[in-house]
């Protein structure tokens, strides 16, 4: 599965920004995607995960609320909708997939990648 990260840019403090993830490979419709995020200085964060048919979500507590994620394996494009952006919103947001672990919580659990995109939210 090779993963493309995208959507990200600069943005006002609540604004809104979809990201998009779009992947190749078929089992990119039986894997388990997430969203991270690092900030500068800081370790990567999950925010969110969603089940290959999009039928389970997992999100952050801090998240919930304002992002959303959704999927469509039929583009092979997994979204993230967020919503009131705040400055500490800010970092580089990464997506992954896990083609093994249905529900993963670690980093170690996602198997791939995508390169980041990067969100910048002003005051």
């Known amino acids: 599965v090779q993963l493309q990260a995208s959507g990200g840019g600069l943005v006002q403090a609540g604004g809104s920004l979809r990201l998009s993830c779009a992947a190749s490979?078929?089992?990119?419709?039986?894997?388990?995607m997430g969203w991270f995020r690092q900030a500068p200085g800081k370790e990567r964060q999950l925010l969110v995960t969603i089940t290959w048919n999009g039928g389970t979500t997992y999100y952050e507590d801090s998240v919930k609320g304002r992002f959303t994620v959704s999927r469509d394996n039929a583009k092979n494009t997994v979204y993230l909708q967020i919503h009131s952006l705040k400055p500490e919103d800010t970092a580089v947001y990464y997506c992954a997939a896990s083609t093994v672990i249905c529900a993963p919580t670690r980093q170690y659990q996602f198997d791939y990648w995508g390169q980041g995109t990067q969100v910048t939210v002003s005051s």
């Open positions: 490979g078929r089992t990119f419709r039986r894997s388990t």
